[in-house]
């Protein structure tokens, strides 16, 4: 009874110091002299106008003017405090003139949504200004039917272009470690006696070198997690605003990336459906997992919006009832990216029917699922777009009492694809000029959603997302056998080393690194915008799935030492 008292206190003084750095860290990352301590090479000079004090209201076709200085000749940017009057501003322009080079810059804005607060960074490029001559700088508010109008807030003027400090970036993560070895250490530390008396059991041996024999499977998670969290991002869809010669290339990005959710299916089809359960056992080991899991990162992510919500003077408030009603709806803050749960809940109310059919699947019964998805998800589409671009006035629809779910719905049709290519094609059998085939297949259909995509925006006359997941199946099946295939061949007969350990600990983190990146992206992600304005969009992503899986990571990490978050993540 004592030891067991002892190891609730433990358990309780971790689980206080976990959540302590994570709140300690959050708040952090939101101090100005933290984050600017990471940017260097500029210089922010704040503009005190009276007349901003209190937030100038500009009326319709009114105005607000302002004249300084140059005081040197490398201005980069002018950031704006704008708070929106009522809905969507319509038409504001902001423009800068130089008296002397009579340089001139205009840019128009219309995105700044109902009672929101957000810093504009006009960007000036290479506009012309001397340095020492006077510049007037001015924002004006054209007409408006519903009084659109912007409040702004403040005005400052940015010399030079903010770079990331390596050196200074290293520090900081450096420091992160080591706050983090600290506490790993004092926590086995304090439950070393708990530990230290239990040997492993011949069970869980047996799961190591299972584990150990499946390190490919964690790769593949840590490669759908971040293309989860790249899909989450401006550059995912950015082929719709690129000039063509980089237009195909950010499509195919695009396309590649839509394998994420469908490879996460088919690690857990290949992982779950050799199992025996019954409803009760999945229920009450799965199910209410996920009902957990999602309460508690809504529960986090309402906080996070709390939190912003306080920094700028407002409050963000939610009732129990449109909290459970909005759990039901899924329209809680996060669920446009938690939907995947609620996806993989249904995946498991089917999952002991899925256990006994993917058991008794057969060759033929594998490649005819594979047909029915390629005739209603790729062939049909393709068909309409071509009578629809020939003006053939007539489309092909399947009646609704005609659905095929097991061949179009994701989460019953790629778990059984990754059981049957898991356990019915035998890798050592497979030969390179197989694989070949198979990523021939994915580029053709790649190239085919690039051609539906361009056809379609000539129709339209936009860019959509309605073809780049024509073909997404070829590309995630190429990529699930690309994977386990090199692996098997590079690791054949060979021991785990330090990179299959680093990978199966990445791997199963993924979990959290998927449920934090909105929390983070509500916390951090305007300002990480703010900061990186030099580098390109696709710079801007990278970076930004860098630092999400790493603080996610570090977060899922000591979550999981808290026995309750352990059981969830």
Excluded at 81 to 88: M, R
Excluded at 118 to 146: C, H, P, Q
Excluded at 466 to 471: A, C, P, R, W
């Amino acid at each position: 009874m004592a030891s067991k008292k002892k190891s609730s206190y433990t358990e309780l003084i971790s689980s206080i110091i976990g959540l302590i750095i994570i709140l300690a860290l959050i708040s952090i990352a939101k101090l100005p002299a933290i984050t600017g301590f990471m940017f260097t090479g500029a210089q922010t000079v704040d503009i005190h106008d009276e007349a901003l004090a209190d937030g100038l209201f500009i009326t319709d076709n009114g105005s607000y003017s302002q004249s300084f200085t140059v005081e040197e000749d490398n201005l980069s940017s002018i950031c704006l405090e704008l708070t929106s009057n009522t809905d969507s501003i319509a038409n504001f322009s902001i423009s800068l003139y130089g008296e002397e080079s009579e340089a001139v810059s205009t840019t128009e804005f219309d995105d700044l949504e109902t009672k929101d607060y957000r810093k504009y960074y006009w960007n000036i490029d290479d506009i012309g200004l001397i340095a020492g001559e006077t510049a007037v700088f001015n924002i004006f508010m054209g007409g408006s039917e519903n009084g659109n109008n912007p409040i702004i807030n403040s005005v400052e003027y940015k010399y030079g272009q903010e770079t990331l400090s390596v050196s200074r970036l290293a520090m900081l993560i450096l420091i992160l470690v080591l706050l983090a070895l600290i506490f790993s250490m004092a926590y086995l530390g304090i439950t070393r006696l708990k530990t230290s008396s239990r040997q492993p059991s011949v069970s869980e041996n047996t799961v190591q070198k299972h584990t150990s024999r499946r390190v490919y499977f964690e790769i593949m998670r840590v490669l759908a997690c971040a293309l989860v969290i790249f899909n989450h991002l401006p550059v995912y869809d950015h082929f719709a605003d690129v000039e063509c010669e980089s237009r195909t290339l950010f499509m195919t990005l695009t396309m590649i990336t839509r394998i994420n959710v469908p490879v996460f299916f088919m690690v857990s089809g290949a992982l779950l459906l050799q199992k025996d359960e019954d409803f009760t056992v999945v229920f009450k080991k799965r199910f209410l997992r996920i009902i957990g899991l999602l309460a508690v990162f809504y529960l986090i992510n309402i906080a996070a919006l709390q939190y912003n919500s306080f920094l700028k003077g407002s409050y963000y408030d939610i009732s129990a009832k449109q909290f459970l009603l909005g759990f039901i709806r899924k329209e809680l803050p996060g669920a446009d990216v938690y939907w995947y749960l609620y996806a993989y809940l249904g995946y498991l109310f089917m999952l002991p029917l899925l256990q006994r059919i993917a058991k008794g699947i057969t060759r033929a019964e594998f490649w005819a699922l594979i047909m029915l998805h390629f005739i209603i998800s790729s062939l049909i589409p393709m068909l309409n777009l071509y009578f629809a671009k020939n003006g053939i006035g007539e489309s092909i629809w399947l009646d609704e009492g005609l659905h095929v779910p097991f061949a179009v719905v994701q989460a019953m049709f790629y778990p059984i694809i990754g059981y049957y290519l898991e356990y019915r094609v035998d890798i050592k059998k497979v030969r390179f000029w197989h694989l070949c085939l198979l990523i021939m297949g994915a580029a053709t259909g790649i190239t085919l959603s690039n051609i539906c995509t361009y056809a379609d925006a000539e129709l339209n006359g936009v860019f959509s997302q309605n073809y780049v997941m024509l073909f997404d199946y070829l590309t995630a099946i190429s990529v699930f056998m690309l994977i386990k295939y090199l692996y098997t061949l590079i690791k054949a007969d060979r021991r785990a080393g330090i990179g299959d350990k680093v990978f199966c600990f990445i791997g199963s983190m993924t979990l959290g690194i998927y449920m934090f990146d909105p929390v983070f992206r509500k916390l951090f992600y305007q300002m990480f915008i703010d900061k990186t304005q030099t580098f390109s969009v696709a710079e801007q992503g990278l970076l930004w799935i860098l630092f999400s899986m790493t603080l996610g990571i570090f977060c899922t990490f000591l979550l999981k030492k808290i026995s309750l978050f352990k059981k969830l993540l």
